[in-house]
Nanobody, 129 residues
Framework: QLQLAESGGGLVQPGESLILSCAAS??????????IGWFRQAPGKEREGLAC????????KYADSVKGRFTMSMDYGKNLATLRINNLRPEDTGVYFC????????????????????WGKGTLIIVSS
């Protein structure tokens, strides 16, 4: 069974950058492989997809709202996914989750919150001056 754990959140000022980490308990290739995605739930809003990497690791997808500011990377040797967020804005405040997904082909991934096989517990980012 795959478990995920996020870290790296905190209280930051607008304009700063953060790198979030998502540590997997085992290699994502052991299970098939699986795609990994980052999601955010802002206060009072539904959870939304931000970025994901396909099961093969060859393709990355971003939500239009974060393109250019968010960068997702995978380190398969460390079973680690990271999400770098530049130029943080107050509207980036929320709980950030990573999730694993086996519902898509190896060459793609989905930003939908549906059909994920496991979620981490999340890490909170507060962007405020």
């Amino acid at each position: 069974q795959l478990q995920l754990a996020e870290s790296g959140g905190g209280l930051v000022q607008p304009g700063e950058s953060l790198i979030l980490s998502c540590a997997a308990s085992r290699s994502t290739f052991d299970l098939g492989p699986v795609a990994i995605g980052w999601f955010r739930q802002a206060p009072g809003k539904e959870r939304e997809g931000l970025a994901c990497v396909s099961g093969s690791g060859a393709n990355t997808k971003y939500a239009d709202s974060v393109k250019g500011r968010f960068t997702m990377s995978m380190d398969y040797g460390k079973n680690l996914a990271t999400l770098r967020i530049n130029n943080l804005r107050p509207e980036d405040t929320g709980v950030y989750f990573c999730a694993a997904d086996r519902s898509t082909a190896q060459s793609t991934c989905s930003l939908s919150t549906q059909l994920k096989i496991t979620w981490g517990k999340g890490t909170l980012i507060i962007v405020s001056s």
